[in-house]
């Protein structure tokens, strides 16, 4: 395990990828470091990711964690919930990573959308700056707004516009307004 201390989560979810990797289920990296790949910069030690995973699959994915040294506690969403489950992993050192399982409106296509990024000698899967931003529309909490803006932003002119809204539609009308303001907001499109 590459974790040596607290507040190395990235470390830990290099692990993560590993064992995902050799299991060949497909994820890509969604949260703060995400944000950061889209030009979004805010201290934070979280690391998240979606799975293209059926959520029956889930605990048994847990016990493989557990197995190979992880604590692992699987959660499920009731069917009001827009994410079907959330596998938690940590280490001793309370390092922690959430991997997100069957998100309402996330579509197959965004796993190859997503973005091979070298990281500490390794390459993590980060979603695409499309799917970032709808996804980011559909929480539609003040910091994922704040962070679908600053993508906004630093995307300039590399924006693929009837994607972005295509994307968000699949999310809900509520994600679909979020967007429209960001947009105006951003003076894009």
Not at 50 to 66: D, I, K, T, W
């Amino acid at each position: 395990m590459r974790a040596t201390a607290s507040g190395q989560s990235t470390a830990l979810l290099l692990d993560i990828v590993d064992q995902l990797v050799r299991e060949k289920i497909d994820y890509a990296v969604v949260g703060a470091m995400a944000a950061a790949v889209h030009g979004v910069i805010r201290a934070t030690a979280d690391a998240d990711a979606v799975l293209l995973l059926p959520v029956q699959q889930a605990a048994a994915l847990r016990r493989r964690f557990v197995a190979a040294g992880f604590r692992a506690q699987l959660q499920r969403g009731d069917s009001m919930d827009p994410i079907q489950a959330m596998l938690t992993v940590d280490d001793d050192f309370r390092n922690r990573v959430d991997l997100l399982i069957g998100v309402q409106g996330l579509e197959v296509a965004a796993f190859g959308r997503a973005l091979s990024i070298p990281f500490n000698g390794a390459s993590l899967r980060i979603m695409g700056r499309e799917d970032f931003i709808a996804m980011k529309a559909f929480a539609g909490g003040p910091q994922d707004l704040a962070d679908a803006s600053a993508a906004l932003i630093a995307a300039d002119s590399g924006i693929d516009l009837p994607l972005l809204r295509r994307l968000t539609e699949r999310y809900g009308r509520d994600a679909s307004a979020a967007l429209d303001r960001l947009l105006a907001e951003n003076n894009v499109g």
